[in-house]
């Protein structure tokens, strides 16, 4: 990019977000169109207490943080030294999921000590990540 091109853009940019010319320019005790240094912002966000703060507050909300799925199978498989059960699982309406056979790691290998392959169980899940993990199965 040539250095009209990168000027007119820092240019556009100072428009929508005043404080990236300042921080291109290395000076952060400039002040922005709201009266604010990026020193100043800086300061701000370093002093707030996040631990205090409610989830609802954000936005968001705990439940649907750690939103648990219920469901209905039958134990295919066990794998108790990874911690892993295979489950032949009815549809789960909350996740929009049709029935499968399917793999899922446990939260806790000792819910696999009162389980038999063939049993149907009922079992609930959380998302970790990008996985489901079965929390509790009876």
Do not use: C
């Amino acid at each position: 990019m040539n250095r009209t091109a990168t000027l007119a853009l820092l240019a556009a940019l100072s428009v929508v977000v005043p404080n990236i010319v300042f921080a291109q320019a290395g000076d952060i005790s400039k002040k922005n169109s709201s009266g604010m240094s990026m020193k100043d912002m800086d300061m701000n966000m370093k002093s707030m207490d996040m631990k205090s703060m409610d989830m609802k507050d954000m936005g968001m909300d705990k439940k649907a943080a750690a939103a648990t799925h219920q469901g209905v199978g039958v134990v295919k498989n066990i794998d108790a030294a990874s911690g892993v059960v295979t489950l032949a699982h009815q549809p789960i309406k909350s996740l929009n999921w049709p029935a499968m056979t399917m793999g899922f790691k446990v939260k806790d290998k000792t819910l696999l000590e009162n389980v038999k392959v063939g049993s149907k169980v009922a079992f609930t899940l959380v998302q970790a990540g990008k996985d489901y993990v079965v929390t509790s199965i009876k």
